[in-house]
C-alpha cells in the first residue's frame, strides 16, 4: 500500500441545532455543526415541523399569502 495518501481524520463532535451531539470519525475537521439530524429531522420523529431556513417561509407566505380561496 501507498503511504501518506488517505486524508488525515479526526475525531469529530457533531453538533444539530436542535441540541443533539454525537461523536464520529471524520476528515471535515473536530467541530461539525448542523441543521437538522435525526432527532429533529421530520422523516425520522413521524412529526411534521416547518424548518425555516432564510427565511423561505415568509417570503412563500408573502409571495403567494394573498390568493383568495375558491
Known amino acids: ?4 495518501i488517505h486524508p488525515k ?3 469529530a ?8 451531539e454525537s461523536k464520529a470519525a ?3 475537521g473536530e467541530h461539525i455543526d448542523v441543521e ?4 429533529c429531522h421530520p422523516f ?5 415541523r416547518l424548518i ?5 417561509i415568509d417570503r412563500f407566505n408573502k409571495k403567494y ?3 383568495k380561496k375558491n
Not at 425520522?44 to 411534521?48: D, I, N, P, S
Not at 425555516?52 to 423561505?56: E, H, I, L, N, S
Open 1 to 4: 500500500m501507498k503511504k501518506d
Open 9 to 11: 481524520t479526526f475525531e
Open 13 to 20: 463532535t457533531i453538533r444539530c441545532h436542535c441540541g443533539y
Open 26 to 28: 471524520s476528515t471535515k
Open 36 to 39: 437538522i439530524c435525526a432527532n
Open 44 to 48: 425520522y420523529t413521524g412529526k411534521q
Open 52 to 56: 425555516d431556513t432564510a427565511g423561505r
Open 65 to 67: 399569502g394573498n390568493f
